[in-house]
């Protein structure tokens, strides 16, 4: 006999609304969770027929996939950022009446055969994460028969719809922000892992300063890994060998600045007295971290929901003639503890 959904939530402990997510392949939980509940569903003999028959693909609008391309797997995590999107995505599906299908993409697993099997199970359209890609991992796309939107991700070369963050007006709103407050010339807590989203940022920290007349060539400036423990690991060892500081910092992210203010802190700093800093993002530790951090909010489920409705647009519109359409969803300050 079989095990239900019900059985499989009580062997992995888990909630069964986690467990049907999972199995129905739908967003709201991690890859990890997703991937240890169909491993036990087929160690247990779970009946697979049964998704079918409980949730039909057979939608009014059809189906569209939801692409999350990892290449390194440094930015694109198991973290609310990302589910966040997940989120508005599969709202801005219910609206439009498409069913949502969730599906990874690693660069070294055969990508061409993975897009021509969604295609080949009647694939209306693509909202592809384009947050860890080069213009070189986007060849396998160019020619797909069949509309795609690229979300968190701008390449000018790329003929393709795009729904992203204005960093640039966030991070120079930010560093503006941080001038006017501690009225010094800000550091820059720079992510080592390389993304279009954070070059934009760097564009914005570097204009602002260029905007209150000080030298961006003179700016202090610190590499460090776009997660909390790395980048406290990083600031902790500039620390002791005596690294130059500034009196203030703009945060490529809030895990940068989160693992900063740990090393800073360690090391005697007092924030916001000492030392003032910002990030970016607005993920749900900035406001429970001490002192909570100051930071620049994405409506990130508002850039699901666009992200579908553009692709909606795209689909309905499909044989008419195609003028791609750059979306970038304005950005917001949120004042809190780390700046004095």
């Known amino acids: 006999m079989s095990i239900n959904a019900k059985e499989l939530a009580g062997i992995l402990n888990l909630s069964e609304a986690a467990v049907s997510m999972a199995l129905h392949n739908k967003p709201g939980v991690s890859s990890i969770t997703r991937r240890k509940v169909l491993e036990t569903a087929r160690e247990n003999g779970y009946d697979f027929s049964r998704i079918k028959e409980e949730e039909p693909l057979s939608v009014s609008n059809g189906q569209i996939f939801f692409l999350i391309y990892r290449k390194h797997g440094a930015i694109v995590t198991d973290t609310p950022f990302f589910s966040q999107l997940s989120e508005g995505i599969d709202a801005g599906c219910k609206k439009s009446h498409f069913h949502l299908n969730v599906y990874y993409l690693y660069e070294d697993q055969g990508i061409e055969a993975q897009l021509e099997s969604i295609i080949r199970i009647g694939c209306r359209g693509i909202i592809l994460l384009g947050t860890e890609m080069k213009e070189e991992d986007f060849v396998p796309f160019r020619h797909l028969s069949i509309p ?48 279009n989203n954070f070059s934009e940022r760097a564009d914005g920290f570097y204009k602002a300063l260029r ?63 000492d030392l003032s800093i910002i990030g970016f993002d607005n993920m749900p530790l900035s406001s429970y971290i001490e002192p909570a951090l100051t930071t620049v909010h994405v409506p990130k489920q508002y850039m699901g929901e666009m992200a579908v409705l553009r692709l909606a647009h795209a689909i309905e519109n499909k044989n008419e003639k195609k003028s791609c359409v750059k979306i970038e969803i304005s950005t917001t300050l949120i004042r809190r503890g780390t700046v004095r």
């Open 211 to 273: 905007q209150n007349g000080m030298s961006t060539s003179s700016a202090i400036v610190h590499q460090l890994a776009p997660s909390m423990e790395g980048a406290y690991a990083d600031m902790l060892s500039l620390l002791n060998h005596g690294e130059k500081t500034a009196h203030c910092y703009f945060a490529d992210n809030d895990l940068i600045a989160a693992g900063a203010m740990r090393a800073f802190r360690e090391k005697g700093w007092r924030i916001p007295e």
């Open 148 to 195: 795609l939107v690229m979300l968190d991700n701008y390449i000018e070369a790329i003929d393709t719809d795009c729904v992203l963050i204005n960093n640039i007006q966030g991070a120079c709103h930010a560093v503006n922000y941080l001038i006017s407050r501690v009225k010094s010339q800000p550091g820059y807590l720079r992510s080592s892992y390389p993304i």
